[in-house]
């Protein structure tokens, strides 16, 4: 079991940056697949980046060379740095993670979730 909760967003201006924050607790996010998402309002959330076990990253077409994935697992979090970020990055952003996972970037093969940080960038 693991429980996650997310931090670090907020509302910034086009081009700017921001760090997200996911603390897990109750287990050790060694052993998991960690995961970022996103969901805008009235779209279906998609996949961000990933990372395994082996600290290998994968990140959807959208956001590669603006954003990075990196876990800390002697403190039990994950982070996704977010540089030259858009409008369209806009999207509460949730933190998954599983122990089995077949598809790094969609959602169906995640079973535990943060509640979401709120990212909002303005043009």
């Known amino acids: 079991e693991v429980q996650l909760i997310e931090s670090g967003g907020g509302s910034v201006q086009a081009g700017g940056s921001l760090r997200l924050s996911c603390a897990a607790s109750?287990?050790?996010?060694?052993?998991?697949?960690m995961a970022w998402f996103r969901q805008a309002p009235g779209k279906e959330r998609e996949g961000v980046a990933h990372?395994?076990?082996?600290?290998?990253?994968t990140y959807a077409d959208s956001v590669k060379g603006r954003f990075t994935i990196s876990r800390d697992n002697a403190k039990n979090t994950l982070y996704l740095r977010m540089n030259k970020l858009k409008p369209n990055d806009t999207a509460m952003y949730y933190c998954a993670a599983d122990t089995v996972v077949a598809g790094a970037l969609s959602p169906d093969w995640y079973d535990n979730w943060g509640r979401g940080t709120q990212v909002t960038v303005s043009s």
């Open positions: 990372i395994d076990r082996r600290e290998i990253a």
């Open positions: 109750g287990d050790n996010i060694e052993q998991y697949y």
